[in-house]
């Protein structure tokens, strides 16, 4: 058992989608930011640390400070540097002596941390990292030391000390940086949601419109007026395409009616020569013309169902083409002799410019001739006397076949429609029988053995077509 897939709008789809790589993005650029933050306001801490420990070496040697002497004015001074500028962090400051004793401090020291203080000097400048083990539980301090010069001699030390997790602590900025963060979530949720719905509006009014479409109705409104590239190509070519197939539509209800007006009328006319006979109306050399008269029809009969199973089986490539290595002189003189001989008025002369060294294309005989064939009938059809010129040349590696008549030609309108299968303009559609197959099947056959045909040009005073043929490849 077939299930059916579950659908959702286009809106729906690409909002989800858009919203979730939006908040993937998001996170990450948050865990980046996060993370460089820490890691900035670590760096600055112990850059204050370090600050602090050079002004307290700087008040302690200044002689000329109102803090003169060893340690007068010390935790006075510590306590002003950490009440404005040591907000954020609350550092051990220690004055020891070169022995490791405590002068002063800015807060009590504890039993015992005396020793450990002493631990802390081993000659050397620095900031270092130290891992404090208490009852399982580890602290990660770091210390600030500096030596306290007096006449180019270490007279003392000063350490700053604090937690790690004081010198990281950002909570006031990571605050900030989930607010930022949750407004351009905000921002980009309305921006992705406004531009998702501009892009699924016009493509849901062609899909309405389709629906129309496929329900025989072909007037509806599209807008015009979009701005986007893509979508008014998509929307016009839709316009296009639907009027096209109203066109199609027509002109299949007219063929409905031209073919099975074309094909009633040899009917009727055998029908009714043929009863004449039956009935003795007509007898002798009377039932002899009426008989010649009745396989005339049945002629034209056969040649426009001939017509119709032929373009049938060009369109669905049921009919293979076979091609051959032929001189194009010969085959062009070859296919305006076969044409005169079947024409019973001689009104309508043939001119015929061959190319001055031979040249050989690919190309099917039958079909070549039958191109020619057609296109030599419509010239004819098209003047009551005249002169059907047919000129031979060579483009790069191909062969044109041009032919021009002096006409009447083809009007500007019926122009552009002249290949559409049983067009018929309104010059031919009641003064020429047939189901207007000839130029597009045409058509079809030049493009089958690899060439094309073409109207170059058409005005009141003749018409002009070219076929191209491949040539063929020397070795």
């Known amino acids: 058992m077939f299930t059916k897939n579950k659908r959702v709008s286009l809106l729906n789809y690409w909002t989800s989608r858009y919203l979730l790589t939006l908040f993937v993005g998001l996170a990450i650029i948050s865990f980046i930011s996060a993370v460089w933050i820490r890691h900035t306001a670590f760096e600055n801490r112990l850059e204050l640390m370090e600050f602090l420990a ?53 807060r009590p020291v504890p039993p015992g941390s005396a020793t450990n203080v002493a631990n802390l000097l081993d000659g050397e400048e620095g900031t270092k990292k130290m891992i404090e083990t208490s009852e399982g539980d580890k602290t990660v301090q770091y210390v600030v030391k500096k030596k306290i010069k007096k006449d180019n001699e270490v007279v003392g030390w000063v350490l700053v000390l604090e937690k790690k997790q004081n010198l990281t602590k950002v909570d006031q900025a990571y605050g900030q940086l989930a607010l930022l963060i949750g407004a351009l979530a905000i921002l980009g949720w309305g921006a992705i949601y406004f531009l998702s719905k501009r892009l699924a509006r016009p493509i849901k009014q062609v899909a309405e419109a389709a629906k129309q479409v496929q329900e025989g109705n072909y007037t509806f409104e599209l807008p015009q007026n979009n701005k986007e ?28 009616a031209g073919v099975t007006h074309e094909l009633k009328t040899p009917v009727t006319s055998i029908s009714g020569l043929l009863q004449a006979m039956r009935d003795g109306v007509v007898t002798g050399k009377d039932a002899d013309e009426f008989l010649q008269m009745a396989l005339i029809e049945t002629t034209k009969m056969k040649t426009m169902v001939g017509d119709l199973l032929a373009f049938n089986n060009f369109a669905v490539d049921a009919i293979p083409v076979k091609l051959v290595t032929v001189n194009i002189n010969n085959l062009v003189r070859d296919a305006v002799a076969q044409w005169e001989v079947m024409q019973d008025e001689q009104n309508v002369k043939i001119q015929v ?31 009551q006397e005249g002169i059907i010129t047919i000129t031979l040349s060579q483009k790069d590696n191909v062969v044109v076949v041009a032919v021009k008549d002096t006409g009447a030609g083809i009007p500007m309108e019926d122009q552009a429609f002249i290949f559409e299968r049983f067009y018929r303009g309104e010059n031919k559609k009641y003064s020429v029988r047939g189901l207007g197959l000839g130029l597009p099947l045409s058509k079809m ?7 094309d045909l073409r109207l170059v040009g058409s005005t009141p005073s003749g018409s002009y077509f070219e ?8 070795l």
């Open 54 to 106: 050079d002004e307290t070496i700087y008040r302690l040697t200044d002689t000329n400070g109102p803090n003169n002497g060893p340690v007068g004015g010390i935790p006075g001074f510590i306590g002003n540097r950490e009440r404005f500028s040591m907000r954020e962090i609350d550092p051990i400051l220690y004055v020891v002596d070169v022995e490791g004793n405590v002068l002063t401090s800015n």
């Open 353 to 383: 410019h061959f190319l001055a060294e031979a040249v050989k294309v690919q190309a099917d005989v039958v079909r070549m001739q039958q191109i020619l064939t057609n296109l030599l009938t419509n010239a004819k059809q098209a003047m």
């Open 467 to 474: 076929i191209t043929l491949k040539k063929a490849t020397t």
């Open 229 to 256: 590239e893509e979508i008014y190509e998509l929307v016009s070519s839709f316009k296009e395409m639907a009027t096209k197939l109203q066109q199609l539509e027509k002109t299949r209800t007219e063929l409905l």
């Open 445 to 451: 056959m030049a493009q089958s053995i690899g060439g």
